[in-house]
């Protein structure tokens, strides 16, 4: 799918045979590479069945009929396609940037992008959310070219350098809020991929309690938690006047005064969302913008189908 700015065909090559898999159970009715809890006589293993008149002989078990002198067949589950809904924050604060890296928005959009391609090209749907102080587009997850076109066309509309809001104000950010609205409107279980830096103006806790509604919800959560180096480790040196992008609000401070306490707060930021995702059975990858999107996802994909495959011995 060439001519899109947010598929970066180099970068699509290094990823391309890397599935995106599901780790948990999908709903889907075309065969793929995720396993489905409609049984039927397909590829693994699930359960036995009584036999009933009509069944295939082929499937029954000889075994059990050697040691029990009942007739029961084998039921499999059969492996299907997910639905994906790629979720990406596009608040003021995504627009950050430090020298030479990306901004957090396009940084981002190449992951959905790259995402979305992986997911069409295995038969799966997806879908993608964006989303600031309030859910400023929503494309349910659907599968096709026509529709994954769109949708990168959508990522180039909203995330883009010179990008203003209509009404020349800042995008605040309300993640809890557009999480737990999304958990209802997704009805069917699929992978949900957020995209964000997670700063929130309802706090760490509202997120994190958005993000267990997914999982009551029995949705699978992908975090890609999207920072720039700067916003890490602080590492200017002069007397700088800092802005909040979404409040405006201007704060001048000497940073390397501040750089000992700044750095062990986002360690803890950092560690509280990685801990409390463990918890709840979502995927956390840290998104630093200084490292390359594509091999930032190679790496994660290799982990993510190696721990399928595990899971499933």
């Known amino acids: 799918m060439p001519g899109y700015r947010f598929l970066d065909p180099a970068a699509v090559g290094r990823v391309k045979n890397l599935p995106l898999v599901a780790r948990k159970v999908v709903q889907g009715f075309i065969s793929g590479l995720h396993r489905s809890p409609y049984k039927g006589f397909s590829v693994e293993f699930a359960e036995h069945r009584e036999y009933v008149p009509g069944d295939n002989l082929r499937h029954l078990d000889w075994k059990v009929l050697g040691r029990t002198d009942r007739l ?9 396609n997910m639905r994906v809904q790629l979720i990406l924050d596009a608040s003021s604060s995504m627009n950050f940037s430090s020298e030479g890296h990306l901004p957090k928005c396009e940084y981002g959009a190449f992951l959905c992008g790259t995402l979305a391609y992986l997911a069409a090209r295995q038969q799966d749907a ?18 096709g070219p026509r529709h994954v076109g769109e949708l990168l066309r959508q990522l180039e509309r909203f995330c883009r350098r010179d990008q203003l809001p209509v ?18 409107r997704l009805r069917r279980r699929c992978l949900v991929v957020l995209v964000s830096d997670l700063i929130d103006d309802e706090g760490d806790e509202a997120v994190i309690r958005a993000l267990y509604h997914f999982r009551h919800r ?40 501040l750089r000992p306490y700044y750095v062990e707060a986002v360690e803890q930021f950092l560690a509280y ?18 490292t390359p999107f594509d091999v930032l996802l190679a790496r994660y994909l290799r982990s993510r189908r190696d721990a399928a495959l595990r899971g499933r011995k």
């Not at 007397?239 to 005064?257: G, I, K, N």
């Not at 969302?273 to 200084?290: N, P």
């Open 126 to 143: 997806v879908g993608l959310t964006i989303f600031s102080d309030a859910v400023d587009l929503h494309m349910p997850a659907r599968s």
């Open 167 to 184: 009404d020349g104000q800042p995008k605040g950010t309300r993640i809890a809020d557009t999480l737990h609205k999304l958990a209802f």
């Open 273 to 290: 969302h990685r801990s409390k995702a463990r918890e709840l059975g979502a995927d956390y990858v840290l998104a630093r913008t200084d």
């Open 72 to 80: 029961y067949v084998k039921l499999y589950e059969e492996e299907t």
């Open 218 to 257: 029995q949705h699978e959560t992908i975090v890609f938690h999207t920072l720039d180096p700067a916003e890490i480790e602080l590492p200017f040196d002069e007397m700088t006047v800092f802005v909040d992008m979404e409040t405006q609000e201007r704060l001048q401070a000497d940073p390397s005064y």
